[in-house]
């Protein structure tokens, strides 16, 4: 094999091993939609032969007719934008907010006593817990439900480059103090850039965590949004418009995360680790 490389052109033989984990990436793929289609096959299956009733769970040709026409009729596309504008606007405020309190408290002593306890109590409260609250305090329109999305999705972000903020090397700040780089350079050319692993596995825990908290906002006190539409499907036993939220719900949790990806491989291409998973 070795032989047959080494007799290709030199940008032939470069190419070989590009070629080859393409093509294995794409036999690596085929075989992860195995099981997730022979899982839906027996799905289909059971429903037909009367295994599964239609009221405790719909078959997936059903599901799929139903999608089919919860957009034709508009729903689905207007609940999905309404779910997508609240957890874009959490997850904004969210990054803004995590990444100013682990800059305060990754930066000093004081900032940390001052914000990292409030954030480790935070964390611990259970998100059905704060909805009472928050109505009382922003009342049933769309601020209690982006803020519960912000605030869940927040606190990733803030542990997570609060941690690397903190294992950045000391010699490279004590450089830039002997360089007189200005605080704010500092932050802009070695604390963000240095910590910069650690805000995206943190990003990626919120945008997660962001789905989640945008279904339980969404079933309490709504009008719209994906999680309302599950809610009246409910009170109908339409399971199927339920398991279209739910796959909805997947597909958005599944698409936000391979953007999170993308972002990791081209910001940090530089790892030896990023250019072998590319």
Known sequence: MLDRVSSLPPARARAAP??????????????????????????QAASWSGLVSPQTLASPLAILATATDLTRSGVLPHNLLVSLVRAGSGLAIAIAGGVVLALIAGLSRLGEDAIDAPMQMLRTLPALALVPLFILWFGIGETPKVALVALGAMIPIYLNLFKGIRAIDPKLLEMGRTLGLSQGQMIRQIVLPGALPDLLTGLRFSVGISWLMLVVAEQVNASSG??????????????DIILVGLLVYALLGLLSDQVVRWLERTLLAWRPAARVSA
């Open 18 to 43: 590009a070629v080859r984990d393409a093509r294995r990436a794409r036999v690596g793929a085929l075989r992860r939609m195995v099981s997730p289609l022979l899982i839906l096959v027996l799905w």
């Open 226 to 239: 994906i999680g309302h539409m599950m809610m009246d499907a409910q009170d109908f036993l339409r399971t």
